[in-house]
């Protein structure tokens, strides 16, 4: 079977698959509809291609495979759907369909360009007008709320998850949030609720070196409240730093606003009363996704720590590619957190550049130290083990990501009982930690990809994010079977 009709033959099955469907109908009807598209301008008689270059025969052929590959995750994917609704709530719940279908929607979207290589310029203006991203992603939000009001109702549906508890339906109604923009709104200290937590009770978790973390209220909802560590005033007041500080609060701020999505954390607002340098951050209940991971109190079962894998690579994805791409420089399992509905979503932007500065200057800190001697040496890429000023890119990041796969699959952090010396040693020396046996086999082959010695072996943030939707869908397919 060739190549080509093997696409002809997956079309079909998500065609078939698309009019089983017992839920989601509009947003899966959406996505059969797109593929049926771009199947058409596949199968065009050879006569009227064009010719194209080696270069551009080879990304042609790449993105075929990559399309591929899509309508087999998009057929196994559906056929979770086919199934009665009872199996298929506590799998996928509303919010994580929409993203899953926006995230096959973006993938069609940037794939587009190189599939129609072949295809004359007045051939290709039809199609790339419906695959505009203004167009897609009104039509995303059409499909979201037809499904949302045909959605059935699940017999003892909880939202939320306990300790101990299985998968979760999420919702983010009744949240008090803003809309990505440049300038974050001010909120001054009478608005807020919280009490300070005496220094000698601030755990690692909660205590950077940038500032504390608390709990609190803000419009009679849970926040998160980021406090730097500045003196305003007193025997150690230096109005030079906490001028300093305060531009630092403002950049982070910036930061957080120009990047709002469902997989990175929502600002609220920042205050910058005397004495008072805060972040007002939505509240992710659970904490860090090292302190869930390491809580053995919490079910994780294989499809659910995929998915954690999927947000974070999710929200490191829309950092990547926002209208100013910028690069995290502090990539971790700290610097993820989970709300109570075990949703994973990005934070920590105290050390985010933009890609230029990163090549430029490599990856310091605030203070001026390398951010690796915070937090030890085992998310830092083997290039930069060496020497830390090394230029720092979107592959380095990948490598760091990749170590977060491993604990996500592990649950527990990497090189436990190494020191950082021997850390060091061990990563130069091109050697990587194990995966566990029983981990699904596409997920163990984006946690080995990330971790792979030469950084351009590594994928970037976009097709980490294709890979571990794949792995997501396997992972389900597997847990429902």
């Given at each position: 079977?060739?190549?080509?009709?093997?696409?002809?033959?997956?079309?079909?099955?998500?065609?078939?698959?698309?009019?089983?469907?017992?839920?989601?109908k509009?947003?899966?009807?959406?996505?059969?509809a797109?593929?049926?598209?771009?199947?058409?301008?596949?199968?065009?008689?050879?006569?009227?291609?064009?010719?194209l270059?080696?270069?551009?025969?080879?990304?042609?052929?790449?993105?075929?495979?990559e399309?591929?590959?899509?309508?087999?995750?998009?057929?196994?994917?559906?056929?979770?759907?086919?199934?009665?609704?009872q199996?298929?709530?506590?799998?996928?719940?509303?919010?994580?369909?929409?993203?899953?279908?926006?995230?096959?929607?973006?993938?069609?979207?940037?794939l587009?360009?190189?599939?129609?290589?072949?295809l004359?310029?007045e051939?290709?203006?039809?199609?790339?007008?419906?695959?505009?991203?203004?167009?897609?992603?009104?039509e995303?939000?059409?499909?979201?709320g037809?499904?949302?009001?045909d959605?059935?109702?699940?017999?003892?549906?909880?939202?939320?998850?306990?300790?101990?508890?299985?998968?979760?339906?999420?919702?983010?109604?009744?949240?008090?949030?803003?809309?990505?923009?440049?300038?974050?709104?001010?909120?001054?200290?009478?608005?807020?609720?919280?009490s300070?937590?005496?220094?000698?009770?601030?755990?690692?978790?909660?205590?950077?070196?940038?500032?504390?973390?608390?709990?609190?209220?803000?419009?009679?909802?849970?926040?998160?409240?980021?406090?730097?560590?500045?003196p305003?005033?007193?025997?150690?007041?230096?109005?030079?730093?906490?001028?300093?500080?305060?531009?630092d609060?403002?950049?982070?701020?910036?930061?957080?606003?120009?990047f709002?999505?469902?997989?990175v954390?929502?600002?609220?607002g920042?205050?910058?009363?005397?004495?008072?340098?805060?972040?007002?951050?939505?509240?992710?209940?659970?904490g860090?996704l090292?302190?869930v991971?390491?809580?053995?109190?919490?079910?994780?079962?294989?499809?659910?720590?995929?998915?954690?894998?999927?947000?974070?690579?999710?929200?490191?994805?829309?950092?990547?590619?926002?209208?100013?791409?910028?690069?995290?420089?502090?990539?971790?399992?700290?610097?993820?957190?989970?709300?109570?509905?075990?949703?994973?979503?990005?934070?920590?932007?105290?050390?985010?550049?933009?890609?230029?500065?990163?090549?430029?200057?490599?990856?310091?800190?605030?203070?001026?130290?390398?951010?690796?001697t915070?937090?030890?040496?085992?998310?830092?890429?083997?290039?930069?083990?060496?020497?830390?000023?090394?230029?720092?890119?979107?592959?380095?990041?990948?490598?760091?990501?990749?170590?977060?796969?491993?604990?996500?699959?592990?649950?527990?952090?990497?090189?436990?009982d190494?020191?950082?010396?021997?850390?060091?040693?061990?990563?130069?020396?091109?050697?990587?930690?194990?995966?566990?046996?029983?981990?699904?086999a596409?997920?163990?082959?984006?946690?080995?990809?990330?971790?792979?010695?030469?950084?351009?072996?590594?994928?970037?943030?976009?097709?980490i994010?294709?890979?571990?939707?794949?792995?997501?869908i396997?992972?389900?397919?597997?847990?429902?079977?």
């Open positions: 079977m060739s190549f080509r009709t093997d696409i002809e033959r997956l079309t079909g099955e998500v065609n078939r698959l698309a009019q089983r469907a017992t839920v989601n509009s947003s899966i009807a959406r996505l059969a797109r593929i049926n598209m771009i199947n058409s301008v596949l199968v065009k008689d050879d006569s009227m291609r064009i010719v270059t080696p270069d551009e025969a080879e990304s042609h052929q790449k993105a075929l495979r399309f591929h590959s899509l309508l087999e995750g998009a057929k196994d994917y559906l056929t979770i759907f086919s199934q009665d609704i199996n298929v709530a506590p799998i996928l719940g509303g919010e994580n369909a929409k993203c899953d279908f926006d995230a096959f929607g973006d993938r069609l979207r940037r587009l360009p190189r599939l129609v290589l072949t004359r310029d051939q290709k203006t039809g199609i790339v007008e419906e695959f505009s991203e203004a167009k897609m992603k009104k995303d939000e059409e499909d979201a037809a499904d949302q009001d959605a059935p109702v699940v017999p003892g549906e909880v939202e939320g998850q306990q300790p101990g508890g299985g998968n979760v339906v999420a919702s983010e109604y009744g949240r008090p949030v803003c809309a990505a923009q440049d300038n974050p709104p001010m909120i001054s200290m009478g608005e807020l609720e919280f300070p937590i005496p220094e000698n009770e601030i755990t690692g978790s909660e205590r950077s070196e940038l500032g504390s973390v608390y709990r609190g209220a803000y419009m009679n909802t849970p926040v998160a409240i980021k406090k730097l560590h500045v305003d005033g007193g025997t150690h007041y230096d109005q030079q730093e906490s001028q300093k500080s305060a531009k609060l403002r950049k982070e701020a910036e930061v957080l606003m120009k709002q999505s469902e997989n954390v929502r600002l609220l920042i205050c910058t009363d005397p004495g008072n340098y805060l972040l007002v951050m939505e509240c992710a209940d659970l860090t090292r302190d991971l390491q809580d053995e109190t919490y079910a994780l079962p294989w499809d659910r720590r995929v998915r954690m894998g999927l947000e974070g690579a999710r929200g490191l994805y829309t950092l990547h590619h926002g209208k100013t791409a910028m690069l995290h420089c502090d990539v971790n399992t700290r610097k993820f957190l989970v709300d109570r509905n075990m949703h994973v979503k990005l934070t920590g932007f105290g050390l985010t550049t933009t890609r230029s500065s990163a090549r430029k200057h490599g990856r310091t800190s605030r203070r001026g130290r390398p951010s690796s915070r937090h030890t040496v085992t998310f830092v890429a083997p290039e930069r083990m060496g020497n830390i000023n090394t230029p720092y890119d979107d592959r380095a990041e990948s490598y760091s990501f990749g170590i977060v796969l491993l604990e996500i699959a592990c649950r527990r952090p990497p090189f436990k190494m020191g950082e010396s021997a850390i060091a040693e061990f990563v130069k020396a091109g050697k990587t930690e194990d995966v566990p046996a029983d981990c699904p596409k997920f163990r082959h984006v946690i080995d990809a990330c971790r792979a010695f030469d950084p351009a072996l590594r994928p970037l943030s976009a097709e994010a294709d890979g571990l939707q794949d792995a997501f396997q992972s389900v397919s597997m847990a429902s079977s």
